[in-house]
């Protein structure tokens, strides 16, 4: 069951990963296109367009990686004090009621948005030579496939944990920094650092 697990995680991950490119596309689009307006005076109404689906396209398609890196906003100042059991509890509670509902919804309605934008060959309106948009509606169903079989997993962790009373483990990823292990690692104390503020604090002042 854990190489299942795992297994859903590196797709997951890998998908998250692939589309963070997206960011550096986009970045390079925007450079571009503000470079063109201003300084060659040659905008491209499509661009506006562009930004909008690439940004959209990276933002769906970031959900799944999110959910299995248990990246998602809570409400960990409640949270935080349940036991593993209540933890699993709580979320397998809100997965049934609220998850799959919606994530179910999203990529059914989808399915059906994009096929309809595909079946008349949509363009943008917002300007007169706006891009095909069958392509990032498609987007809309694939990144709720992707969340839907990741919830899925997280829903099987919820039960796992009920059972055992530890959450099982997950795929490592982008981890945060521990600032505590790193001082131990670098044999740096708290009052160390406030000396070396000081010390630069007077060095600015001279």
């Not at 300007?127 to 095909?132: I, K, L, N, Q």
């Not at 069958?134 to 169903?141: D, R």
């Not at 483990?169 to 160390?192: A, F, G, P, T, W």
Request: charged share 20%; hydrophobic share 50%.
């Amino acid at each position: 069951m854990q190489k299942t697990l795992f297994f859903v995680d590196k797709i997951s991950t890998w998908v998250g990963q692939a589309f963070s490119w997206f960011i550096v596309a986009l970045t390079l689009h925007v450079s571009w296109e503000v470079f063109s307006r201003y300084v060659l005076d040659n905008p491209r109404a499509w661009a506006f367009d562009v930004m909008i689906m690439f940004y959209g396209t990276l933002f769906m398609m970031a959900g799944a990686y999110t959910l299995a890196k248990n990246g998602h906003v809570r409400g960990d100042v409640i949270y935080g004090f349940f036991s593993p059991r209540a933890q699993a509890a709580v979320d397998l509670t809100l997965y049934i009621l609220f998850f799959l509902p919606g994530v179910i919804a999203l990529t059914y309605a989808g399915y059906f948005y994009a096929a309809e934008s595909w079946a008349i060959n949509e363009h943008s309106n917002i300007t007169s030579e706006g891009p095909p948009v069958y392509p990032f509606k498609t987007v809309i169903p694939l990144a709720g496939a992707f969340v839907l079989v990741q919830g899925i997993v997280e829903i099987i962790r919820c039960i796992i944990c009920l059972k055992t009373g530890h959450w099982p483990s997950r795929e490592e990823d982008v981890v945060e920094v521990d600032v505590d292990k790193l001082k131990q690692e670098l044999h740096v104390k708290d009052e160390d650092i406030q000396k070396l503020d000081q010390y630069v604090v007077k060095q600015e002042r001279k």
